[in-house]
């Protein structure tokens, strides 16, 4: 009786986590054609659930607009538009990418594993004396302040890619004990081979898609790969930081056919999970069909594998605490100009309905906010519920006797 009560246990327990993992899978898409142009991004769900966007300047903007390929999303300016915190666990991220004009200064990236601009913060004398927070459009400063042991780029943390007209640049942040401790390492790789010569320059939207399930990035233009970056298992932080944020220790990048192209020795790739961000810095960049599929299996459903059914995305990107606005100055490295007031939209300015805002002394970690409950996992509860009481009544309750 015994062993007939244990055998049902396991074959529910082996049900329930078979439902479960199947319905593992949240999926987001926005391709901004419900929309009229001029409407503030904010107000379509997606948006609202999983991004914000921060404008530096007068002349900064992130705005929905309808213009050679339909309705789009155009980032302009100095300008953020990022996840509202970070997207927990393996996920991929996919966007199209169209930058109508030559960008020979590099000023149009796509980030991964990057963290929320703020905590790190540090004096930086070639521009004014001003304190640089590290938005993903600002300048690094590193060069410039005297760093030898790696390049000088856009944004703090994370990885990301530039749509050259001619190549794609690849970049790794890291730490260095010289500059503003903020550097970057580079690699300049050729479009896929299946890009024919009249693609070239760019003159119509790429995809730009990423995996990540924090062992190993890869990284695919319009779903060839381009090349990927195994992380190491164990992680690091900086003191001179003084956040106590986690990176990972090191990062070994590989083109498409294996070879590696370099190895970053102290990255800042955010070791817990992933801010994503798109950012400008004096650019023009358009983005269209951004979608998420986030949880176990996602890198695989994305490759051709079996694909989990859910319903509409139940989770969210974690939400990060807003920290205080940046007083640094908005610059054209290594050029020096007058400081510039930054606008947020985050959060807690969306709608009325939205979430109260973090208090300041969280700044620092994470608020660890769990998305909506799915119903399909509260339904296969409540029928393991009724399937071993069941089984308790069969087993336990003696037959009478004829």
């Given at each position: ?174 730490y260095a004990e010289d500059g503003l401790t ?12 299946s890009m024919a010569d009249e693609d070239m ?176 996992t509260l339904i296969i509860v409540i029928i ?19």
């Amino acid at each position: 009786m015994k062993k007939a009560f244990l055998t049902v246990i396991s074959i529910v327990l082996m049900l329930c986590m078979t439902v479960l993992s199947a319905s593992a899978l949240n999926k987001a898409k926005e391709d901004f054609e419900g929309a009229a142009p001029g409407t503030d991004p904010l107000m379509l769900d997606t948006v609202f659930d999983y991004f914000e966007y921060i404008t530096a300047t007068p002349d900064s903007a992130v705005e929905i607009v309808n213009e050679d390929f339909g309705n789009m999303l155009k980032i302009t300016g100095f300008s953020d538009f990022r996840t509202m915190g970070y997207i927990e666990g393996e996920y991929v991220f996919s966007v199209d990418v169209y930058t109508p004009e030559a960008d020979p200064g590099r000023r149009c990236n796509i980030f991964v594993r990057g963290e929320v601009p703020g905590a790190l913060s540090k004096l930086n004398p070639p521009n004014a004396n001003s304190m640089n927070v590290f938005n993903y459009y600002e300048w690094d400063w590193y060069n410039e302040n005297g760093g030898a042991d790696g390049k000088s780029e856009i944004g703090g943390t994370g990885v990301f890619v530039n749509l050259g007209d001619l190549d794609i640049k690849l970049v790794v942040k890291k730490y260095a004990e010289d500059g503003l401790t903020v550097a970057s390492d580079v690699a300049l790789l050729d479009y896929p081979e299946s890009m024919a010569d009249e693609d070239m320059p760019l003159e119509k939207p790429v995809n730009v898609k990423y995996t990540d399930d924090g062992k190993e990035i890869k990284v695919y233009i319009n779903n060839n790969l381009l090349a990927r970056i195994a992380l190491s298992e164990d992680s690091v932080s900086y003191d001179s930081d003084e956040t106590g944020n986690l990176y990972y220790k090191s990062a070994v990048a590989y083109d498409a056919n294996g070879s590696e192209l370099f190895t970053t020795e102290n990255t800042r790739i955010r070791y817990e999970n992933s801010q994503i961000a798109m950012a400008t810095r004096a650019g023009t960049m358009y983005v269209d069909n951004i979608s998420f599929t986030i949880g176990t299996g996602a890198i695989a459903a994305s490759e051709g594998g079996e694909e989990p059914v859910t319903e509409a995305p139940t989770e969210k990107a974690t939400e990060a605490p807003q920290t205080e606005a940046p007083t640094e100055k908005v610059t054209e490295a290594p050029q020096t100009e007058a400081p510039h007031t930054e606008e947020q939209k985050t959060e807690e300015q969306k709608t009325e309905a939205a979430k109260p805002e973090t208090k300041a002394e969280d700044k620092t970690d994470p608020v660890k906010e769990p998305g909506k409950k799915n119903n399909t996992t509260l339904i296969i509860v409540i029928i393991a519920a009724v399937v071993i009481v069941a089984a308790l009544v069969f087993i336990f309750i003696p037959k009478k006797k004829k």
